[in-house]
């Protein structure tokens, strides 16, 4: 499975930007979803998940600004990100887990500026 992390970039406080990253494959509707976010000198640390049912958890920092989402028919999960701060800038992964493997993207710059 390949998964491609696109819709990073520099923004300023209080912007918005919306990830997107797409899952090669099959049985992506079967999937759990999640984005995690590491930035320099930091753990790599969860930020949103979604389940298959469309259940999703966030992290207390970004609840109530970001929103994960996923299309079954394109194979792809989001994260909507708004009113963004300084302290959200981070590399932006997503990850699949399946039957109890787990697959990471690449990876997607999102710098806030102040």
């Known amino acids: 499975v390949q998964l491609q992390a696109s819709g990073g970039g520099l923004v300023q406080t209080g912007g918005s930007l919306r990830l997107s990253c797409a899952a090669s494959g099959s049985m992506f509707s079967i999937a759990m979803m999640g984005w995690y976010r590491q930035a320099p000198g930091k753990e790599r640390a969860l930020v949103a998940s979604i389940t298959s049912q469309g259940t999703t958890t966030y992290a207390d920092s970004v609840k109530g600004r970001f929103t994960i989402s996923r299309d079954n028919a394109k194979s792809t999960v989001y994260l909507q990100m708004n009113s963004l701060k300084p302290e959200d800038t981070a590399v932006y992964l997503c990850?699949?887990?399946?039957?109890?493997?787990?697959?990471w993207g690449q990876g997607t710059q999102v710098t806030v500026s102040s």
């Open positions: 990850k699949r887990t399946l039957f109890g493997r787990i697959a």
